[in-house]
């Protein structure tokens, strides 16, 4: 999300070649506006930010860095909703409960799901309820995709009230001890009377501690009047954009922050249950100008590493005894940070490579299924000793995978090489050695 609005800060920054240049000023500033426009920001929303930078810069001085320092600024400011929560705030009193809104097919049933990984990734104990008894199979979806992730559902066979089902969820988490009870309800193709009757009901019975609307990124401007069209009915307390690395606009971002004044809570960056992630304003913004967000990057990561775990590991590579197990613990724990193109996109200076990987797949691409399927084909002796592989071996190996043996020494000799370059990095310079790489890579792209 957000690339269009990312391409036109840097073809209008472009148009800034001189300094105390107005006419430059002036051009980059059309440039902006055509772009933002575009990009489906709201007039209104546009007018305010161009007036705001070019004040900033004028006050400044005429220059390309006084005229991206005042778009990070002001886009920052666009995007903080003042005196509103970030993140997830938990209730004083357990179970904190959510209840979820939204229109059908705008993610709102798999939000619900990645926010409760999120939380349960975070050590908390989380029930989510299906409400939703209006979409054929919607609770057949959330079986399917609790049971994926180990996640607690509650739900009534046969039941057609959603009340009823919102008002036993409560109890059952009452007295489970949950953390969160997330409460997935109903959408329509459009606001209806009947749809906003029924949540009001709902709320009624929970009383909950937070609305969250989940918007589809992709909506543009009518996203922005739905979710005013929510907010006025039920008091939104967050927004959730899902599909959010769907969409190369990002204007109902803006919209919603600015025009209904909602604050941006959660984001879906990706198809899989770990592509969620909190939203914060600078630090998407410093994503939109291609500095990367090395604090996210870092948060998601420490959610999933032990750090006892993560330092004999680093012992391993050092002595060279990295093996074939901790090789398949290691894809393990990447699946859980989500989508490759959403993990390079927060590296600085990275961005423009993300687009180029998008389609990469750690669980199920062709080499990965080949690579899982010749280390299940291996005895335990040798995936713990990589040394033992002969000929006969790899032989039995290539058969048992279904791959040639010249398949199977490729990758034995590509993981020969990884570890190689593991154990490089793992030394006193090894960040230096992974900073230079970064650099020819983004000479590369």
Same mark, same amino acid.
């Not at 004083?92 to 059908?104: D, E, F, N, R, Y």
């Given at each position: 999300?957000?690339?269009?609005?990312? =391409?036109?800060?840097?073809?209008?920054?472009?148009?800034?070649?001189?300094? *105390? *240049?107005?006419?430059? $000023?002036?051009?980059?500033?059309?440039?902006?506006?055509?772009?933002?426009?575009?990009?489906?920001?709201?007039?209104?929303?546009?007018?305010?930010?161009?007036?705001?930078?070019?004040?900033? #810069?004028?006050?400044?001085?005429?220059?390309?860095?006084?005229?991206?320092?005042?778009?990070?600024?002001?886009?920052?400011?666009?995007?903080?909703?003042?005196?509103?929560?970030?993140?997830?705030?938990?209730?004083?009193?357990?179970?904190?409960?959510?209840?979820?809104?939204?229109?059908?097919?705008?993610?709102?049933?798999?939000?619900?799901?990645?926010?409760?990984?999120?939380?349960?990734?975070?050590?908390?104990?989380?029930?989510?309820?299906?409400?939703?008894?209006?979409?054929?199979?919607?609770?057949? @979806?959330?079986?399917?995709?609790?049971?994926?992730?180990? $996640?607690?559902?509650?739900?009534?066979?046969?039941?057609?009230?959603?009340?009823?089902?919102?008002?036993?969820? $409560?109890?059952?988490?009452?007295?489970?001890?949950?953390?969160?009870?997330?409460?997935?309800?109903?959408?329509?193709?459009?606001?209806?009377?009947?749809?906003?009757?029924?949540?009001?009901?709902?709320?009624?019975?929970?009383?909950?501690?937070?609305?969250?609307?989940?918007?589809?990124?992709?909506?543009? @401007?009518?996203?922005?009047?739905?979710?005013?069209?929510?907010? @006025?009915?039920?008091?939104?307390?967050?927004?959730?954009?899902?599909?959010?690395?769907?969409?190369?606009?990002?204007?109902?971002?803006?919209?919603?922050?600015?025009?209904?004044?909602?604050?941006?809570?959660?984001?879906?960056?990706?198809?899989?249950?770990?592509?969620?992630?909190?939203?914060?304003?600078?630090?998407?913004?410093?994503?939109?100008?291609?500095?990367?967000?090395?604090?996210?990057?870092?948060?998601?990561?420490?959610?999933?590493?032990?750090?006892?775990?993560?330092?004999?590991?680093? @012992?391993?590579?050092?002595?060279?005894?990295?093996?074939?197990?901790?090789?398949?613990?290691?894809?393990?724990?990447?699946?859980?940070?989500?989508?490759?193109?959403?993990?390079?996109?927060?590296?600085?200076?990275?961005?423009?490579?993300?687009?180029?990987?998008? *389609?990469?797949?750690? =669980?199920?691409?062709?080499?990965?299924?080949?690579?899982?399927?010749?280390?299940?084909?291996?005895?335990?002796? =040798?995936?713990?000793?990589?040394?033992?592989?002969?000929?006969?071996?790899?032989?039995?190996?290539?058969?048992?995978?279904?791959?040639?043996?010249?398949? #199977?020494?490729?990758?034995?000799? !590509?993981?020969?090489?990884?570890?190689?370059?593991?154990?490089?990095?793992?030394?006193?310079?090894?960040?230096?050695?992974?900073?230079?790489?970064?650099? !020819?890579?983004?000479?590369?792209?």
């Amino acid at each position: 999300m957000f690339e269009l609005i990312g =391409e036109s800060f840097k073809s209008a920054i472009n148009k800034l070649r001189f300094v *105390d *240049d107005e006419k430059a $000023l002036k051009n980059a500033l059309e440039t902006l506006k055509k772009s933002l426009l575009k990009a489906d920001v709201h007039h209104k929303v546009v007018k305010e930010l161009l007036i705001l930078v070019e004040d900033d #810069v004028k006050k400044n001085g005429i220059g390309q860095k006084q005229f991206l320092d005042a778009i990070k600024l002001n886009l920052e400011n666009i995007l903080n909703v003042a005196n509103k929560n970030q993140g997830f705030v938990f209730s004083s009193k357990p179970p904190t409960v959510v209840l979820m809104a939204g229109l059908q097919g705008g993610g709102k049933t798999t939000s619900t799901v990645k926010l409760a990984n999120y939380l349960k990734l975070r050590n908390k104990k989380i029930l989510i309820a299906a409400c939703d008894l209006q979409r054929l199979a919607a609770v057949e @979806q959330l079986k399917q995709l609790c049971s994926a992730n180990e $996640l607690d559902l509650f739900y009534l066979e046969d039941e057609k009230n959603p009340i009823e089902v919102a008002k036993q969820a $409560l109890d059952k988490a009452k007295n489970s001890m949950v953390d969160v009870l997330l409460v997935d309800t109903a959408g329509r193709l459009a606001i209806d009377e009947i749809l906003m009757d029924e949540l009001k009901k709902i709320k009624e019975i929970l009383n909950p501690d937070e609305i969250f609307y989940v918007a589809d990124a992709m909506s543009g @401007q009518d996203g922005v009047k739905t979710a005013a069209s929510f907010n @006025q009915a039920l008091g939104i307390s967050g927004v959730i954009l899902s599909k959010f690395d769907a969409d190369t606009k990002g204007g109902v971002a803006l919209g919603i922050a600015r025009q209904i004044e909602i604050p941006l809570r959660f984001i879906g960056i990706g198809e899989k249950i770990a592509d969620f992630e909190v939203f914060i304003p600078d630090r998407i913004v410093s994503r939109i100008m291609g500095e990367g967000d090395l604090a996210t990057l870092a948060e998601k990561t420490a959610t999933i590493i032990d750090e006892k775990e993560a330092k004999k590991l680093n @012992q391993k590579i050092k002595k060279g005894e990295f093996n074939f197990n901790d090789f398949l613990n290691q894809m393990e724990s990447m699946k859980k940070l989500g989508s490759m193109k959403s993990l390079i996109g927060m590296i600085p200076g990275l961005s423009n490579v993300s687009s180029a990987i998008k *389609d990469i797949d750690l =669980e199920n691409s062709k080499e990965i299924l080949h690579i899982k399927a010749m280390i299940s084909s291996m005895t335990p002796k =040798e995936r713990e000793n990589p040394d033992l592989l002969n000929n006969a071996r790899k032989r039995r190996i290539a058969e048992g995978a279904g791959l040639s043996q010249m398949e #199977v020494n490729r990758f034995l000799k !590509q993981f020969v090489n990884a570890a190689k370059l593991a154990k490089k990095f793992s030394g006193k310079k090894g960040m230096e050695n992974l900073m230079q790489m970064m650099n !020819q890579a983004r000479r590369q792209f």
